[in-house]
């Protein structure tokens, strides 16, 4: 069996794309011609490959042959960019990063991305869970993630930790105090979405079963602008919390509750001189994040918490 290139870059446009017909205009090439090189590509593997549906996505053979499309064309892309020296042409390197490590310490990344001519970055923010499934997929080369399980045909390496920390608007927890605690089963708070457990780890160490009322804000800044309005508690990253608390618009719910997170790099195992110096520069940004342990200006710790497991992160 010889697989053509070119049934493999339109499978890869059709994952990329979401559709037959996207795909045909990212080609230059007809509906037609997209459906036909799909058909002969699953003849010659005996298999269905993508599945039709809206957006389209691949099947568990269509995703080994999107990471071989993936590694093709970034290995081609590499080659012609050293074979024309005029400045135009550019690598693709798709990653997933999660939300915290975007509106955070991965600035530093695009900073460093911003000076090279070489390289075209797609960012995508999910959750953990999700980021395995785009690496697993072949739909990204890299993936920063709480998951230190290596994908298959990837490799991973430590990142930096992250540690979290619950507080509340100075109002929330004055409505809401216990005693000298906080009556967590009561006390409203903010979730980044479904997935987000950070918070529920805190209620679990307090013993709390049912469920508080409870917000959703599926966004970085939008999050900490949430808790900081008083629309309910959350654990926010350290680097965050440190100038709130320092002006009054926040305070520490525990002295000692808090949630670490180590955070990994994975990336697929491929030579690569433009996902190198990704990762160069990923390794750099990380390495600098630190977290800073700000003071509390008001305990209402009842008693220490446990250490955290694994949470997916925002």
């Known amino acids: 069996m010889r697989l053509q290139p070119e049934h493999l870059a339109t499978l890869l446009a059709i994952i990329d794309s979401g559709t037959f017909d996207a ?3 990212r080609l230059h090439v007809t509906p037609s ?6 058909k002969a590509l699953e003849a010659e593997v005996g298999q269905v490959v993508v ?8 099947t568990g ?4 042959l999107v990471r071989l499309a993936r590694q093709q064309g970034l290995l081609e892309s590499e080659a012609l960019a050293g074979l024309v020296a005029d400045g135009r042409s550019r690598v693709d390197l798709p990653i997933v990063v999660n939300a915290d490590s975007m509106s955070t310490w991965f600035g530093a990344v695009l900073t460093e991305a911003a000076a090279w001519d070489d390289v ?15 690496l697993r997929s072949g739909e990204v080369l890299g993936a920063v993630t709480s998951d230190p399980t290596p994908v298959q045909g990837c490799s991973t390496e430590p990142l930096v930790m992250m540690r979290y920390l619950p507080a509340a608007a100075p109002r929330l927890a004055d409505r809401h105090r216990a005693g000298r605690g906080i009556n967590w089963a009561a006390m409203p708070l903010v979730r980044f979405n479904d997935k987000d457990d950070i918070q529920q780890r805190i209620l679990d160490r307090h013993g709390v079963d049912a469920a508080p009322p409870t917000h959703e804000v599926p966004d970085g800044g939008g999050f900490v602008t949430a808790v900081r309005s008083g629309l309910g508690w959350g654990a926010l990253l350290t680097t965050q919390l440190g100038p709130l608390l ?21 990336r697929w195992r491929l030579s690569s001189a433009h996902l190198d110096r990704l ?36």
Not at 33 to 38: F, L, N, T
Not at 120 to 133: G, M, N, T, W, Y
């Open 246 to 266: 320092d002006a009054g618009d926040l305070v520490r719910l525990g002295s000692r509750d808090h949630v670490d997170v180590q955070l990994y790099w994975q």
């Open 51 to 58: 599945v039709r549906s809206t957006p389209c996505r691949a």
């Open 279 to 314: 990762s160069e520069s990923v390794r750099r940004a990380a390495s600098s994040a630190a977290p800073r342990r700000p003071t509390a200006r008001r305990s209402t710790a009842r008693r220490p918490a446990r250490p955290a497991m694994r949470h997916t992160p925002r």
């Open 33 to 38: 011609a997209v459906s036909q090189r799909v």
């Open 120 to 134: 075209v970055l797609r960012l995508r923010v999910e959750d953990q869970d999700h980021s395995a499934r785009l």
């Open 23 to 25: 795909a045909a205009r």
């Open 61 to 64: 053979a269509g995703e080994t």
